[in-house]
């Protein structure tokens, strides 16, 4: 948190075009790299972990200080009854230590069930640790850390398990505690008095029936007051998420925040004018979406999930295949490849497959292929190997290697090595 709070006070003043609220669902679940390239607009998540609606007004109040967002999203998981699960004074301490001493603080700070002053002034909380500080303590407490992924948490996705979940279909709803509902009147006439627009959403996780009739009151409730409410648990067979491969039972990773950020951009444009942002940030951004593309694919080891992942990211697929006499791969695992532009009939013969930006067969050869991406000189020679700029990158040990290469800036995203011949294991450098 201490990141995410000091990379939002390190942003220079009036960049934002797009502030994200809420929970670790919000950060976890929204990546601000995609609203960045499909959208051009500046985002930043100024979320925090099991944040009370309380907090997050404060930090609203604070985001107002210093920039002019077109639009709000707030994610409104701290509606709900599972909010109170993980609600503590450990938790809300997490999420007030940063904040700049001022009044948002003390007002974020008194939704403690402990004495305010004993948590803006902790010496005395935490005096018990006074004889065994050392100077890391006093180097880290006067140290600023830059959050340069925009507040937005990369999760890596892991192995996969069979999912029974069910979205509630009930379509009863239960008010919330009035408390929140006076809360979500507050965020709205904030919004209003700084000229931002407000969005609300929630993201997907295991809700329980009650939370579930809980935001079908929210949905009324965004009607009644003319706000936008997008409830993607409702939507999880429209954009293809699954519980078991896109994200926990409780958070997204990589893989599901690219889909419900990617669904997220198109509804921007489609109902919110904003106007163009600025390029301030857009080597960063661009750098956070080389981390999400790393991440996306570093934990794959299906070689049909990899390369349906590949295929939807902006970078560009060379494979590279030494012929042999039999595929020890499952059937459609050699489809695949035959769908990539392999002739797995040209027995002991090397083939360089390379799929352009729109991942259609740009060029395919038994010999030496050579271009450029982003003034990056790329070069794939017969004997497999990937060299940019001369430099050799990787030497595959096995007969069948993917590699693919952001477009943008010509980094090498991952490269997975197959053998296809006896047993069939994966390779990687």
Known sequence: MTSKVDGFYGLEENTMDVLLFGTSHIFYGINPSILWRNNNINSYVFGGECQPLEITLAYMKESFKTQSPQLIILDVFGVSNSIESCRTDGSTKVNTEDLKLNQNKIDAASTYDMDMLFNIFDVAKYHNRLFEMDKKDFENGYSHFNNTNFGFTLAYPYGQYESYYEYSHDDAFVMPEKSKIDLLDEINNLCKENDSQLL?????????DEDALIYNYIENYAKENEIEFINFNKLLSTIDYEFDFDG???HANVLGSM???????NYINHNYNLDQSSDF??????NLYIKTEVAALNKITDLKDWIEIAKSLDGTIIVNYQGSDKLWLPDEQIQLLIDLGLDIQQVDKNQIILLDYNKQTREKSSEDIQFIINNHEIEVNTRGELI????????PETNLTLSIID???GYIIDTISVSTVGDTYIFRK
């Open 200 to 208: 609300l959403i929630k993201t997907p996780y295991y809700a329980s």
């Open 248 to 250: 926990s039972t409780w």
């Open 259 to 265: 889909k419900l950020t990617s669904y997220l951009s």
């Open 281 to 286: 940030y857009s080597n960063d951004y661009n």
């Open 388 to 395: 940019v700029d001369e430099k050799l990158m990787n030497s």
């Open 407 to 409: 477009n943008s800036s």
